[in-house]
Each structure stands twice: as C-alpha cells, then as structure tokens.
C-alpha cells in the first residue's frame, strides 16, 4: 500500500479509509477491506448501500455522479436481464441499494419458460470489464411512484463519461434483445407503480362470434390504420393510432369481440388488458409502456365504470388521463386501444369526439335469426335434429342477449343433459329463471 502523508505529524486530520484506499487498485482496496473488519470485528461496510459504494469506488458515496434513467415496469425488466449478463459475463461483485437487503431477483413465467432477472441489486465493475473505468451498477425498485425503478450507474467524477457509455450500453441492449414482454398478452396490475403480468386470452375466434358484418368491416377497417394502410397514413401524417368504443348492453359481445381481436393481432402485437380498476390509477402508465412494446392493442373494459361527464360533476383524473393519453400532451404511436362502455350516454363528450375514440360502435341485442343462430353455436351436437332454434328463438322475449341465451342453453343441459328437444327448450324458457330478477327485501 501506498505510503499516506497524512499518517505522519503535523499532517492534519487523518483521512477516511474510502480517502486512504482511492489510489489503489479495485482487488487490492477490497482485501484490505475485508482484512480491516477480520482484525476490527466491525461489520462489513459492504452490507450497507454506501459502504458497497466507497469500498469499490474508493470515494465516499456524497462524491460520486450517478448517471440515473427512470424505467417503466417493461424496462426494468429488460434492463434487469442485460444487467444479469453483465454480471455473469464479468463475474460481478454484488451488494445491496437498500441497507441490510440482499439483492433479489424476480422470477418471471413466460408461457412455461422462466426467467430470472435482477429487480433489486447493485453490481461493481472493475475497470476494463463492462466499462472503460470503476463502475457500480444499481437497479432500484420504486415504491408508490409513478415509475417502478430505475437504473443508475455510478462513478467517479472523472469517469462520467465512461458511467454515461455504460449507461447507453444497457439501455440499448435491453431494448433490441431483452423485449421479454413484446408480442404478449399482458394484464395490467391496478397498483402503483404499474406492473404487468403475462396472461392469455383462451381460445375463440371470428366463428365463435354471431355479429352483423357491418360490425367487423368497421373493426378491420380500424386495425388496418396499423396494419395495411399505416404506410400510408404515416408518409400522410395522419397518425397511426385508432380508438374504438364498443358500446350496448351487457351480454351482447363487447368483450369478447375485443378479445378476438386481441387474439387476431397477438404476436405481431403486444395486448395490453385493463380493467376499471387499474384503469382507474395507472392509465397514463400503461400508455407509456407502449413505447418499449412494439405495436400495441389497449383494451379498456368497462370505462364508464371510471370516465365521468363534468357536466354531470363528475371528478377525477381518469378522464384527464385518456384525454391525454389518446390525442393530448403525451403522444404515442401505433397503438390501436379498444374500449367497451354499457352507457355511452354517460361518458364526456371529450372523450368520445374524433382523434379519441374514432369510431363508436354500437352492439344491439341478437335479432330473432341470430338468437337462432347463437344457439346452435352454445348445443353444437348436443341436440341434433331434435331441436329447432328458430322455434326457440321466435319465443324468446326482446331484447335478450347472448349470454341470456348461454344461459337458456346451460339450464336446459343441466336439467336434461344430452337428452334435449325443442319443448324441452321452450319449458326452459317460458320458466324464465335464466333472467336474472332484481333482489327484493332485507339481506344480510
């Protein structure tokens, strides 16, 4: 070790072990450490975030720069899964950024594959391995904040610029190889900060549907503007993004018309499922995920659950969070969002205007040779030749939806199995208890 003027008299104050340490080497600063706590029976200032830091940098940690990027949820992620490379690359010393806390991986299911990736950790390069100077690597998670964690990497004043390389480095290979999440089926936590899970969307399709065509040539017609026709619209500057209400009474569909397009443009898409409750508190978060997902599909379901009309005084920042999210100050591209409402009448003007949701579509209740044909789809060969739908259908009240005729179905198999006829279906029906009946009286 190098001689230090300061031990001698008259020199002045000695200096700290950081001081005394920053002119020698990164292994030989680490053993002296480590050998100063064997002889002291100290704790290890490595078991603290700024004692990892001035060990390994040889400064104290207040005369550090930290080059610092905010990261959504899908960043962190990635960024989470460059960073293990790099510490499995250079076989980097780990430590803590929260004091006492080990550093923690999460554990991520992707369709039966796992993977792995540091959420909380610091992680020391000497010089000459994941940068050109003495780095220390931070993931840091963020709690009730409106980003989940953040990247920060710190050095020595004099070294910034390799921190600032460094920094590019990670960012950019996260973004071109560790897109875990791009081209899923995500469900969006209504927690703050966002977190997305993976899920699925089941099977269905078009055919499963009995919908006007009016109804799909209006959907492809929207999802051509990121498909087909985007060329065009962006050399035309007329943007890429769509919005489409679907709206009608329960049962009619909305939702699993959403889903069946969601499943038609998965892969090639991310899909990015909300609900009223997450909608409700973290919509601008889930809007700014997309810029790391590729072309996206934002599903909103029910969103007269959360989005008010002010002239009804209605308060809140959901709707300011669509406006904005939609056609205001934050702007995002290639993101095709499907909403679906049981009141239209009871949303803002200001959301349902052009630019917004382009296009309303209303779903009306089955007619009598859809209702017809909607249960043929729910018996499939449960009832061969024994069962006429048009019959069935020409009893059925107005106004009856899809899922009421699920039900008629349902209590019709419950009751009599494969063993089905037309009458049966027609005593099921006039019983009427497949309506659901408002609740009356005194209930605990």
Not at 82 to 109: K, Q, S, Y
Not at 287 to 292: A, G, L
């Amino acid at each position: 070790m190098s001689p230090d003027p300061t031990d001698s008299p008259g020199a002045g104050a000695p200096r700290s072990l950081a001081d005394r340490l920053a002119g020698e080497p990164p292994a030989v600063r680490r053993a002296l450490a480590v050998l100063g706590e064997l002889l002291t029976g100290t704790t290890s200032t490595t078991s603290t975030a700024s004692g990892f830091l001035e060990v390994h940098l040889g400064r104290p940690h207040t005369s550090l720069v930290v080059e610092r990027v905010d990261l959504t949820h899908t960043q962190s992620v990635s960024v989470g899964a460059a960073l293990a490379d790099l510490v499995a690359a250079h076989a980097a010393v780990l430590g803590p950024v929260v004091d006492d806390e080990a550093p923690t991986w999460h554990r991520i299911d992707l369709d039966g594959e796992h993977v792995s990736v540091p959420t909380s950790a610091a992680a020391f390069f000497p010089a000459g391995t994941a940068a050109a100077a003495d780095v220390v690597v931070q993931l840091v998670e963020h709690d009730y904040e409106p980003e989940p964690a953040s990247l920060r990497v710190l050095s020595r004043p004099e070294d910034h610029r390799a921190a600032r390389a460094l920094t590019d480095e990670v960012l950019a290979t996260a973004r071109r190889d560790k897109g875990f999440y791009r081209g899923r089926v995500l469900h969006a936590d209504a927690r703050l900060p966002l977190r997305l899970q993976p899920t699925s969307l089941g099977p269905g399709g078009r055919d499963d549907l009995v919908l006007p065509p009016h109804v799909w040539a209006e959907i492809d017609a929207n999802v051509a503007a990121l498909t087909t026709r985007a060329p065009l619209l962006r050399d035309l500057g007329l943007g890429t993004n769509r919005g489409v209400l679907l709206a009608g009474p329960p049962g009619v569909g909305k939702s699993a018309l959403s889903r069946v397009v969601a499943r038609e443009l998965a892969g090639a898409f991310t899909v990015i499922i909300v609900d009223a409750a997450a909608a409700s508190s973290v919509l601008r978060q889930v809007y700014r995920e997309t810029s790391d997902l590729g072309p996206c599909v934002v599903v909103l379901e029910d969103v007269d659950l959360y989005l008010g009309d002010r002239k009804a005084g209605a308060r809140g920042t959901a709707l300011a969070d669509l406006l904005a999210v939609l056609d205001g100050t934050e702007v995002y591209t290639d993101v095709l969002t499907i909403a679906s409402t049981n009141d239209p009448s009871a949303l803002d003007a200001a959301a349902t205007r052009s630019a917004r949701f382009d296009a309303v579509l209303p779903l009306e209740a089955p007619d009598r040779s859809a209702c017809a044909r909607i249960l043929d789809r729910y018996l499939g060969d449960a009832a061969g030749d024994a069962v006429d739908t048009a019959v069935v259908a020409a009893h059925l009240p107005a106004g009856v939806s899809g899922a009421d005729l699920r039900e008629v179905v349902r209590r019709a198999v419950l009751s009599h199995g494969r063993d089905l006829t037309t009458q049966r279906l027609l005593d099921v029906v006039a019983d009427g208890r497949w309506q659901p009946s408002a609740l009356t009286g005194n209930y605990l």
